[in-house]
């Protein structure tokens, strides 16, 4: 897949807390919850003395949970699922993903997850390299958490909308509307945003305890 050009990845221009890579054993995470898309996430440290670039996490889809389909511009997503069946959508063909399976997703590539069963979907999921997908998690789940996003996870706000979307681009985007026109609508958000003082994100939604 060609990956527009304003999608490199470079540094951002507004500077995010803690987002360094969590390489201290000690380090703990409390849970966080992202009620649009049905997601309880608890971030795991990096192993000491690992040069593995990855951001891993235990990971629950719970009852009628719903992830939209999304693409990694620079990232490959390994789900490992532990318990419960995991319905997925990747390049448009169904996979049904069971307890004691794995399924990666390469860069790039349309996805998709939902769970239309009775119980939790449970398992580790792993991106590699790790960007800034801790902080980008922590945003959508604290603003769902304050009832600022829609029920499909995005921010109401149009301004937040555009800073949140537009700073966490190389972690994570949506297919629709296709990236050529989030590049010319989002930017121009994200610029108003930063004049009203609205921030892609928050120190008070971060989980590094």
């Not at 000491?48 to 389909?69: A, C, K, L, Q, Y």
């Amino acid at each position: 897949m060609t990956r527009p050009a304003s999608s490199a990845v470079t540094d951002t221009p507004e500077d995010l807390n803690n987002t360094s890579s969590e390489d201290d054993g000690t380090v703990a995470f409390r849970p966080i919850s992202n009620p649009a898309t049905g997601e309880w996430i608890q971030f795991m440290p990096a192993p000491e003395n690992s040069d593995d670039d990855v951001v891993r996490f235990h990971w629950r889809s719970m009852p009628g949970g719903m992830i939209t389909e999304h693409i990694h511009p620079h990232q490959e997503e390994r789900f490992t699922i532990t318990a419960g069946e995991a319905h997925f959508t990747v390049s448009g063909r169904r996979r049904v993903v069971c307890a004691g399976e794995t399924i990666t997703v390469p860069i790039g590539v349309p996805h998709a997850e939902r769970n239309p069963g009775s119980i939790a979907i449970e398992g580790i999921v792993e991106l590699r390299p790790a960007l800034h997908t801790r902080q980008m998690h922590e945003a959508f789940a604290g603003l769902a958490a304050e009832g600022k996003t829609t029920n499909r996870g995005a921010p109401k706000n149009p301004l937040q909308l555009g800073a949140t979307l537009w700073h966490f681009r190389n972690e994570s985007r949506v297919t629709a509307p296709p990236p050529w026109v989030q590049n010319l609508v989002l930017p121009p958000l994200s610029a108003l945003a930063k004049v009203f003082r609205i921030r892609a994100y928050d120190d008070r939604w971060n989980s590094r305890i």
